[in-house]
């Protein structure tokens, strides 16, 4: 009779702390990150929907282990602690946070050639292409039909509005 009087409030804590249980559905992941793909966009000049498209759909909205435990939401590929842990063993990087997986992504997009000629444009689908073209993903065009399908069926060009009030001003 104790043991079950004990077990059955640790089974309830178990599962609440369980990963399954902080699993995030689509709309909390853009309600939790757009803030930060916003941010990257007034800094950067790439619009959020592209940021936060990619992230949505190379993280599964937050619920990949790289996104868990490496805090990588864009499957960038680089260096990682935990295979010294022995918890999981894989090819992509650890970032510190998320602000951090955002800001090297947007980073890497800026040290690109085509950077220069789409800063401050707002046509998700050209950046996505050139983004493509530049080998970011291997699944070919399949890649940008996904987060273009993502920026709207979430409308995540929502996003955009500010960096298109912005170049009306500075155009």
Request: no cysteine.
């Amino acid at each position: 009779m104790g043991r079950t009087k004990l077990f059955f409030p640790l089974l309830f804590i178990w599962i609440l702390n369980s990963p399954a249980s902080a699993r995030l559905n689509p709309k909390q992941y853009i309600h939790k990150f757009a803030p930060l793909a916003i941010h990257r966009m007034h800094i950067y000049q790439i619009p959020a929907s592209v940021i936060l498209g990619v992230a949505f759909l190379e993280s599964g909205y937050g619920n990949s282990k790289n996104a868990i435990l490496l805090h990588n939401h864009f499957g960038l590929v680089g260096q990682n602690n935990l295979r010294k842990t022995g918890r999981y063993r894989s090819v992509y990087k650890q970032f510190k946070n998320d602000t951090f997986s955002f800001d090297y992504f947007s980073r890497t997009l800026v040290s690109k050639k085509y950077y220069p000629k789409l800063k401050g444009k707002l046509y998700y689908k050209v950046w996505l292409a050139n983004i493509h073209n530049h080998h970011y993903a291997k699944s070919k065009l399949l890649w940008v039909r996904r987060i273009a399908s993502i920026i709207r069926k979430y409308h995540l060009y929502r996003f955009d509005i500010d960096l298109r009030k912005k170049n009306r001003i500075n155009g």
